[in-house]
Each structure stands twice: as C-alpha cells, then as structure tokens.
C-alpha cells in the first residue's frame, strides 16, 4: 500500500479489550478536506486515534503521504507519523502563552527557529501576532482553537487530524472559525480530516464526505454526492434527517407510498421499495387547504429554528414524516395538516 494520498487506511480493525469498535474500515484521502459524519459512539474519534498513533489497530494497514505507518508488525510512534492533532476542545497547555503552545509540537531540533515557525503558524490560522504572549485563558473560544490548530499545523505536518473542533463554539464562530481553518489548511498544504456531529459544517467545508456507521464507512463521496445519492437508505435517513417510507414501485416506474405517487429521482426496478423523502421536499397544508388531495396526518410535534420549523407529523395510515414550514406558516402540535410532495425522491429497492 503506497499511494500518494494523504491518508490511505485498508482494512483498519480497533478496540478496547474485547469489544471491537471499527470493523474493516477503508478511506483514502487524496488531499483537501475530508469529514467524518457519523452517530455519537460509532468510532469516529477511535479512528482519529488509530491514524494518529495512540490506539493500537488489530489489523488493517495505515500510510501517511504514502509512507506506511501501520501494516503487518509495523507501528511508527506517534510523534514520528508527520501528522498533527487537534483534539476536542483544543486542549491548549492553560499554562503556557500562545507561543510557547505553538511551539511546543515542534520538533526539537527546530526549536531555535521557533519565533519564525510560531510567527508562521498564527499567520496561516489568521491570528492576530499581538496574541502572541496571552493565555488560553485571555482568549476567546475561536481564537483557542486557531491556536490549537496552529500549534497542529507548525510542524509541517502532511496531514492534520481535527475531532470535533467547533463544538464548544456558538452557530456564527462556528461557520467563521471553520471557514478560515480551511483556509489555513489550503495555505498550509495540508490535507485534513474533520470529525464532526454538524451536517451542515461537514457538507459545506469539505471536499469528500464519509458516513460512518457502526465502525464501517457506508459511503465516502463528495457533499452533492452523499446529499442527492446516498449509498443505502440508512445513509439517506442519516443526511438531511429523511423519512423512510415503504411502498412498492409499479410497472410504470413511480412510487406508490403511504405519501402518495412519487416521481424518482433514478429508476428502481418494479417491487418493493423504500423512499427516502427529505423534510424540505414535503409541503404543509393546513386550514381547508389539509384536505385538497394532499395526505391527512396530526401534528406530533414542533421544532421552531428561527428561519424555520421542522415539524413530525403522524400520517392517518400510521407512518410519521418529517417536514419543514416557513417561519410565518407553523402549525401546532395536534393539528391535523395534509402533506404533498414536491420533486422527485430517492428510491431503494427492497
Ligand atoms: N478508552 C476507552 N475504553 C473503552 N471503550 C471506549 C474507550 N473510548 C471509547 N470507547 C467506546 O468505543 C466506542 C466508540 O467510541 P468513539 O469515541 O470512537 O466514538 P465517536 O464516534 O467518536 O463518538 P462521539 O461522536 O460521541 O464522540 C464507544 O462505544 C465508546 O464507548
């Protein structure tokens, strides 16, 4: 296994004691930004730590711009592998100023350049060089992981490893602090793998997205690519919060599901079949307007995000489907609405 990429894993197999947690997992990261989106406890942070060095894989083999890391017997230190690691919540030393964090990940013998190296690192993460001598404690939540990510990016390294950087971060700093550490990877050169619970932040900064489901990769593909033809209907359910629907696809290549006749996005073969309808493409009716040809259902309940609300809804035949109203048009819970849907779904067979 000698590729180019950034990262290339086959096979990986890890866990603590007797309880296996990732179960043959694949992924090659040519470069750019890859993120990893996957349920709480599925291994997302286990694989982190096993392409980093401090979990020991089972089996598999791991190469870091095409040097082999793990394979066979072979294990390279943590330190020697050429990648840097930003962890959840930074974990910056509260003890040391900005600068000596940052150069703290470099390599002794670089040391006595380090004011240069330092002087760099801020730079590329857009950190004003006045920090230079604060705390943690005197910074800001974004500013923190900037230099977090500077002290990762200091070294060198060919790829940095970055376990949920933003979620200590509110919705504004999140998306400004995401978006310059992607810069500061660009400017760096280095390719990136995000772990993140944000669909929203995984699909937007990335250039390859991978689902993780249960310690496997479901898909890696770019965001159109996951979002618009997800691999498998757990896939779909997962991005974008889709309701699974049973039903039947008929001779003349539609949908019949408990939501009605569906047009699909690709053709599926005749029998069986799941859609997956995304909550953006079910439209609210309610007043007299419920009940012109759209399918019947109570409201269960409500979730009012500002610019808009999702809303569960229990359709008459017993099956629930997600749905999202404008802001000004939300119904309540209890209220009997009727649903339709717009453009095409996504069809399973089976
Ligand atoms: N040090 C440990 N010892 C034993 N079990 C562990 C240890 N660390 C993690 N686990 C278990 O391994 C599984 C995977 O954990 P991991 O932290 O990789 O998940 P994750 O996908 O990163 O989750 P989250 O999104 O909640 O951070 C979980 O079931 C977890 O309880």
Redesign the pocket.
């Known amino acids: 296994m000698t590729s180019d990429a950034a990262l290339e894993i086959r096979g990986l197999e890890a866990g603590?004691?007797a309880?296996p947690?990732l179960r043959g997992v694949d992924l090659v990261v040519p470069g750019g930004v890859t993120s990893i989106l996957?349920s709480?406890?599925?291994?997302?942070?286990?694989?982190l730590r096993a392409v980093a060095g401090f979990v020991q894989p089972t089996s598999g083999a791991i190469s870091v711009a095409g040097t082999e890391v793990v394979g066979g017997r072979r294990s390279l230190p943590a330190r020697l592998r050429g990648i840097g690691y930003v962890p959840q919540e930074g974990a910056l030393f509260p003890h040391l100023t900005v600068a000596r964090n940052v150069a703290f990940g470099l390599p002794r013998e670089r040391r006595r350049d380090a004011a240069t190296l330092v002087a760099t690192a801020l730079e590329m993460v857009e950190l004003d060089p006045a920090l230079a001598g604060r705390y943690p404690h005197e910074l800001s939540g974004g500013q923190q992981q900037r230099v977090a990510l500077a002290r990762a990016l200091a070294p060198r390294p060919a790829l940095v490893l970055l376990d949920?950087p933003f979620s200590s971060l509110d919705a504004s700093l999140r998306e400004e602090t995401g978006r310059a550490v992607v810069r500061a990877l660009r400017a760096a050169d280095a390719a990136a793998v995000l772990?993140t619970?944000d669909q929203g932040e995984a699909l937007s900064l990335a250039d390859q997205v991978a689902v993780?489901m249960a310690g496997q990769f479901r898909q890696v593909a770019a965001p159109a690519a996951v979002y618009l033809a997800p691999a498998d209907p757990d896939v779909a359910a997962f991005i974008g919060h889709a309701s699974l629907l049973a039903g039947e696809v008929d001779a003349d290549g539609q949908g019949r599901s408990p939501l009605g006749v569906l047009d699909l996005r690709t053709p599926v073969a005749a029998g069986p079949a799941r859609f997956a309808v995304r909550s953006e493409q079910v439209q609210v009716r309610t007043g007299t307007a419920a009940g012109d040809g759209a399918t019947p259902g109570e409201v269960l309940d409500v979730s009012f995000f500002g610019h808009d609300a999702t809303i569960r809804v229990r359709l008459d035949s017993g099956e629930q489907v997600t749905a999202r109203t404008p802001a000004d048009s939300v119904p309540r819970a209890g209220d009997r609405v009727g649903l339709r849907v717009t453009g095409d779904v996504i069809a399973f067979a089976g």
């Open positions: 603590y004691g309880t947690v996957g709480s406890g599925c291994g997302k942070t286990t694989l949920e772990v619970h993780m």
